[in-house]
């Protein structure tokens, strides 16, 4: 049920810290582990900071029109960026983890660094040991990233285009009619089936609203009619 869920996916969040905690003072103990993280972080930011000016032109070059006809505000321009730009860098950020490891090993093997580890009896699998670890981390923090941060973002970001840039109404607060669902009281036996004839949510109105009870035979038990039910906050009142 939901508890299990919840309390399966806090033990994996526990152990993905715990994880990430041991990998990142592994990585601070000696000098290579050191300086090849380090060498990494750097190609890798390089490359985010590519990714991001990537993204912000290609979306420019769709949106100046729109910009030009519709002359929204600087701070609407910038929060539109702020808010698109991450989720798309996500998309590309096993491009940039894959490039970043390739152009530190080949920097490693020009600069001679690669063949001075060797002699000093490092192996290729010792060397690359670190930037596993950090991809680790990096994997576990862009997972945090997806499942919490990102659809907050994809959501303001809608907001600032479709209501204050192109000036529309929020699609969920759009009227829609003839609106079907079928749920389920926690524990009951019983199924329901709602209809809505009308759904305003900007106006917190709704009309023709029915409610069919049901048994486990699919027979009806009960029905509620109600044709102009009042919404508040916490329960329907017809």
């Not at 049920?1 to 990585?27: E, H, P």
């Not at 519709?70 to 701070?75: H, Q, R, T």
């Not at 491009?95 to 093997?109: A, K």
């Not at 036996?189 to 759904?199: D, N």
Request: one cysteine or more.
């Amino acid at each position: 049920d939901a508890r299990d869920m919840s309390l399966t996916a806090l033990t994996v969040a526990i152990v993905v810290a715990l994880l990430a905690y041991w990998m990142v003072a592994w990585l601070c103990v000696g000098v290579i582990n050191r300086y090849l993280s380090r060498q990494f972080l750097i190609l890798f930011t390089y490359g985010l900071a590519l990714a991001a000016v990537v993204v912000i032109v290609g979306d420019l070059m769709t949106t100046l029109e729109r910009y030009i006809r519709l002359k929204p505000g600087i701070k609407l321009i910038f929060l539109h960026f702020v808010y698109r730009t991450p989720p798309f860098v996500y998309q590309g950020l096993h491009l940039v983890m894959l490039m970043s490891t390739i152009l530190l090993f080949v920097g490693l093997s020009r600069s001679n660094e690669l063949t001075a580890l060797k002699a000093g009896g490092v192996s290729l699998f010792r060397a690359g040991m670190p930037v596993l670890c950090l991809a680790m981390v990096i994997s576990a923090t862009s997972l945090g990233f997806q499942e919490y941060i990102m659809p907050w973002m994809n959501r303001r970001a809608t907001e600032i285009d479709e209501a204050k840039i192109k000036r529309r109404t929020m699609p969920e607060l759009r009227k829609r009619t003839e609106i079907w669902y079928r749920g389920r009281e926690d524990g009951a036996a019983e199924s329901r089936i709602y209809h809505i004839g009308l759904l305003d949510p900007g106006n917190q109105q709704m009309n023709n609203v029915t409610v069919l009870s049901l048994g486990s035979d699919f027979t009806m038990r009960r029905r509620w009619d109600a044709r102009d039910p009042e919404l508040d906050s916490r329960r329907v009142q017809s």
